[in-house]
């Protein structure tokens, strides 16, 4: 124990130097990206390296030769400590020129001058992208566009038809809206003696979204979802949480350890993607012969989906190579390439057409990927850019203490408002 | 405070001809003594050991096993290392390692030189500003490593040593408590054995290396050890000062697997056994000179 | 090491002779480690003090906001519950180290066959690193692994060590504990090497049992390496991160309370919205009361003696 202070570091890092290089505007590259496509990019992935290098070797090797004069270097960062990896290369001025950001990455990025302002750099290319995807890489109270945007994902939820049955359930009726999830969700409970929950996870942010709260007034100046929507989602949560509906071990929750329970039989419910179908079939071949696959419900209609993006960085000394390859990465023939090696979604206009996406036959996978798309088209990004992830901590400890019963719902809600606007005021 | 590191006549040696079982006084153990402290040796070993040996047997287990069952089982049906070679195709584990071994390697050399210099200083050298130095080391053990890594960073970039091996050893390359270590070593000598090579003639360098030095080789053992773990095992820094996938260590390659197929015990149990292991070996074989060093008095100063 | 604070006692007063020597050389020898630690460790702090007086963020510089950031300290129930769960964290992990590796040591410390392979199997834990020994402690304590089937074999039933507040902070003691009696038993293995036999030999001569030898020989004998153990524990258990935070998750535990200091200053600091001014205020508490704890420890030590 003594002797690991450098291990103990594991996650965590915290202070920069006064002196660190950051903030805006001291020289770097142009927002022109009109010059010829030449020079040496680096290229950063987040966590694709295990599964993707032959893709990402060959994705480079067709640009380089499309562009004879570039060379792109790619490097891939493992999952955890990204945004970490982040800072200190944002703060040390080494950012890469080319970098996979997700919506609340980019954010900060683009407040420090960062990031480039794509409408002004690569305006032209905005029509090639759907229009919400698009948005998605946009900071309330700035103007511009931070990142093109990258893959889309979103998915049905999965449930255990072998559970719904014997708590009595119809199998092929799994619940469609809110009101049938609850009082689905205490009768499999009660028949179980509190053995079968039916949710893993405490509610998010995104499940606030879904549920149709406020999230955020319309300046993005405030966050809002303290509202009477609000405060009933989370009192309804409480009641399952009492009845043992939700896990008793949510508080703790991974998205790891909630997709075991439901492997494992203990939860009868979980959102997942088309990617689940072949864990099912491998790890859990007995529940992936009672799989029962049904849309997300919201009271939106529209269903959330996860954005990531391509960021360019600002200060890039290669401004038309490095958005042209930003561009590159994320156009519709690449991306539809990308989404046949891995069950994610382009983000580009009229890929979602493509008759992989629209064609059944006959197999699981194919179903839940042809209904994942045809959502997709009216899909949100619920999680608001602004959110960051103090303020996701925040939100799920006052949920926590709801659920325990140490404050109201309403109460919860104000103080994980409250602490999200202070947390806002200050950045 | 200090337990003195004493340069003692190998007395106590075990007669190991001797058939009858002894203490380290050479004193006879009964038999009633020796059933019960085999008993709690043997409880200890299981708690001790018990854990990475379940690891390893859930590495070994195919993904026909259930690895979740009760009661568990706790060999493997039918042991394979089909999950060793997915870590291996994952992942490039031998170059990682082998960048791995670079760094702690290194870091074993600058941390056991450093620290014996520094140490000696410490202890056996009058200068002013001494008690000010011993200062500065003790504080820096107290700082919290968590509050300074980008700073760290920043520094290093400045250095134009960001992305490169270099880099990540230099930050532990003189760990604050190995210089202390080594400092209560030295003072815990006799001076009377510096003493005679001083009325040689023998400056303070010779003196260092001919006589102090040969008298605290099981505290450079010590240091040794914990120089490699911690270079071995560390996570953060590395991943914050390497770009160069091709740079990276065995760490920063085991969270790969863990991110990527966090949901399968059995691959991310080979892994931890594929970090662990080399440790274990490596310990085996200095363990001798190690407890040689504890023996003398040395880790404790 | 010693205590390094420890009154430098004139057990060896140096012979004027050794003392003359080229003025240059004590700083050659000490120059590697200083510049080490300097550049690297107290320089980079000394930035976490002038910081810890801004409003400074990840990626926006900060502007001078005096001690606002420790006045906001004391209204945080965040940091009140982290001090807890710190304080708690060296109550209940210090004692189990200064106490059990003495025995281990004990138990280690006769030369029967085998003996070393104990030793070093013992110290087995001490080598791995803390992010494996928390992967393999997980699915130890997973709700089906291997802890609970066993326990569910003999018909306790299965706990949620992962889930509770109060088991959650007990299983990452547990673990600490775990994986600290090694590094302590060689400490007390190289105190109890110089326990002059002759004192045993004389106890047991005058009758005393093991028991008693226990508390009249070998305690006092090895006092001093207690206080020693205890400083370092106690410095080390109050910088809690990895294990609560492998165990426990980044959100510390359910609704955060199992949050230590460390992961605080973590959770606040880290990222690219990082509270960096807010962050480092806390490192620099966290600096002091390890500062404090450490004299205390010695001074508790003195006070004794005295």
């Known amino acids: 124990m003594p002797l690991s202070r450098r291990a103990l570091a594991a996650a965590s890092l915290a202070l920069v130097l006064p002196l660190s290089a950051c903030g805006s505007g001291d020289g770097g590259g142009s927002t022109d990206a009109s010059g010829k496509v030449e020079g040496d990019i680096t290229f950063q992935t987040w966590n694709l390296r295990a599964n993707f290098t032959p893709y990402f070797e060959g994705l480079i090797a067709d640009f380089e030769k499309k562009y004879p004069g570039t060379h792109v270097k790619w490097v891939d960062q493992p999952a955890e400590g990204y945004p970490d990896k982040l800072s200190a290369d944002a703060a040390g ?13 980019v954010a ?11 409408d002004k750099a690569a305006g032209a290319y905005r029509s090639e992208y759907l229009a919400g995807a698009w948005a998605s890489h946009q900071v309330p109270g700035m103007s511009g566009t931070y990142a093109f945007p990258w893959y889309l994902n979103t998915g049905p939820l999965f449930y255990n038809k072998a559970l719904f049955t014997q708590a009595g359930l119809d199998p092929d009726q799994p619940p469609k809206t809110y009101d049938e999830l609850f009082s689905d969700a205490l009768r499999m409970a009660r028949k179980s003696g509190g053995e079968v929950a039916t949710l893993a996870n405490v509610p998010t942010i995104e499940d606030f979204g879904r549920y149709g709260v406020t999230l955020m007034n319309k300046q993005g100046t405030a966050f809002a979802f303290n509202d009477a929507k609000g405060v009933e989602l989370l009192t309804r ?36 993607s088309a990617l689940d179908l072949g864990n099912f079939k491998k790890n859990a071949p007995g529940l992936y012969r009672n799989i029962g696959i049904t849309d997300q419900i919201t009271s939106t209609g529209h269903v959330n989906m996860y954005v990531m993006g391509v960021m360019v960085n600002a200060r890039t000394r290669h401004t038309p190579a490095a958005v042209a390859f930003a561009h590159f990465v994320t156009d519709a023939r690449n991306q539809m390439s990308f989404a046949r090696k891995v069950a994610i979604f382009p983000s580009t206009s009229g890929s979602l057409n493509d008759p992989y996406f629209t064609k059944e ?17 009216s899909a949100v990004n619920y999680t608001p850019v602004l959110f960051s992830d103090q303020m996701k901590t925040a939100l799920r400890n006052e949920v926590a203490k709801a659920l325990q019963g140490r404050e109201s719902p309403r109460q919860a809600l104000d103080n994980a408002v409250d602490a999200a606007d202070r947390l806002l005021r200050q950045s | 405070m200090s337990v003195l590191e004493r340069v003692r006549p190998e007395r106590g040696v075990t007669p190991e001809r001797e058939p009858r079982v002894t203490d380290q ?42 690895i979740y069952g009760s009661p568990p089982s706790f060999l493997p049906g039918r042991p394979t290392l089909h999950n060793y070679t997915r870590v291996a195709g994952t992942i490039p584990v031998w170059d990682y390692a082998l960048n791995s071994l670079k ?67 230099l930050p532990g390359a003189v760990g604050a408590m190995n210089v202390l270590l080594m400092r209560n070593a030295f003072r815990a000598l006799p001076y009377e054995i510096e003493e005679a090579a001083y009325v040689d003639g023998a400056n303070a360098w010779q003196r260092f290396l001919r006589v102090a030095l040969p008298s605290v080789r099981g505290t450079v053992a010590v240091v040794a050890i914990f120089a490699f773990m911690g270079a071995w095992d560390d996570f953060l820094w590395p991943l914050i000062v390497l770009s160069d996938p091709s740079r990276f260590t065995l760490t920063i390659g085991l969270n790969y697997l863990h991110g990527t197929f966090a949901d399968d015990e059995r691959l991310v149990a080979a892994g931890t056994v594929i970090a662990v292991a080399p440790l274990i070996a490596l310990f085996a074989c200095l363990q001798r000179y190690f407890f040689r060093g504890v023996g003398e008095g040395a880790v404790k100063g | ?22 003025p240059t050389s004590p700083w050659l020898f000490a120059a590697p480690g200083l510049l080490v630690t300097g550049a690297f460790v107290l320089y980079p702090f000394v930035s976490t003090l002038v910081n810890s007086f801004t409003d400074r963020r990840t990626l926006l510089p900060g502007h001078f906001v005096g001690l606002a950031n420790f006045r906001e300290l004391l209204h945080d129930d965040m940091f009140w519950t982290g001090l807890r769960n710190s304080t708690l964290y060296v109550v209940g992990v210090v004692p189990a180290l200064v106490v059990l590796p003495l025995l281990l040591a004990l138990l280690v410390q006769k030369n029967i066959p085998g003996i070393t392979f104990f030793r070093s199997a013992f110290y087995t834990p001490v080598v791995a690193s803390v992010v494996v020994v928390g992967l393999i402690w997980v699915w130890l304590l997973d709700e089906r692994g291997l802890v609970n089937s066993l326990l569910e074999t003999v018909g306790v039933g299965r706990v949620g060590f992962l889930s509770d507040q109060w088991l959650l902070l007990l299983s990452a003691m547990a673990v600490t504990v775990w994986k600290g009696l090694g590094y302590y038993m060689v400490i007390y293995l190289a105190a109890l090497a110089n326990v002059p036999r002759e004192l045993h030999e004389a106890a047991a001569v005058d009758g005393a049992g093991p028991v008693r030898r226990f508390f009249s020989v070998t305690v006092p004998a090895v006092r001093s390496t207690m206080v020693l153990v205890a400083a370092l524990s106690s410095v080390a258990a109050f910088k809690v991160f990895s294990e609560v935070y492998l165990m426990a998750g980044p959100s510390g535990g359910p609704a955060g309370e199992d949050t230590t200091l460390v992961m605080l200053v973590q959770r606040t600091g880290t990222g690219l919205t990082g509270r960096v001014g807010y962050a480092s205020a806390l490192s620099v508490v966290v600096f002091a009361v390890t500062v404090a704890l450490m004299l205390l420890v010695l001074r508790a030590d003195r006070g004794e003696e005295a």
């Open chain 1, 237 to 272: 949560y409480k009641k399952l949480y009492d009845a043992r509906a939700l896990d008793p071990q949510a508080l703790t929750a991974t998205p790891e350890s909630s997709g075991k329970k439901f492997l494992t039989g203990a939860v009868a419910m979980n959102p997942g």
């Open chain 2, 25 to 66: 006084l050479g004193r006879r153990v009964r038999a009633g003594e020796l059933v019960w402290r085999y008993l709690l040796l043997l409880v200890v070993l299981a708690l001790a050991v018990g854990p990475f040996l379940w690891q390893l047997s859930t590495s070994l287990k195919g993904p026909t096993e259930d």
């Open chain 3, 1 to 22: 090491m010693a205590a390094p604070t420890a009154p430098t006692r004139a057990q060896h007063p140096v012979p004027t002779r050794i003392r003359r020597q080229l």
């Open chain 2, 103 to 169: 760094v702690a390697t290194a870091s074993v050399v600058t941390n056991c030189v450093g620290s014996a210099l520094a140490g000696y200083a410490l202890a056996r050298l009058r200068f002013r500003g001494r008690r000010v130095t011993t200062l500065a080391f003790v504080l820096a053990m107290l700082v919290p490593v968590e509050g300074i890594l980008i700073a760290q960073f920043t520094t290093m970039r400045e250095l134009g040593l960001n992305n490169t091996l270099i880099g990540v050893v």
């Open chain 1, 93 to 105: 001025g080494t950012l890469p020129d080319v970098v996979n950001v997700s919506p609340d990455l």
């Open chain 1, 361 to 377: 036959d006959g197999t699981d996978e194919t179903r839940v990927r042809v209904a994942a798309a045809k959502s997709l088209k």
């Open chain 1, 108 to 118: 900060p990025l683009a407040k420090a001058g960062l990031a480039m302002d794509l």
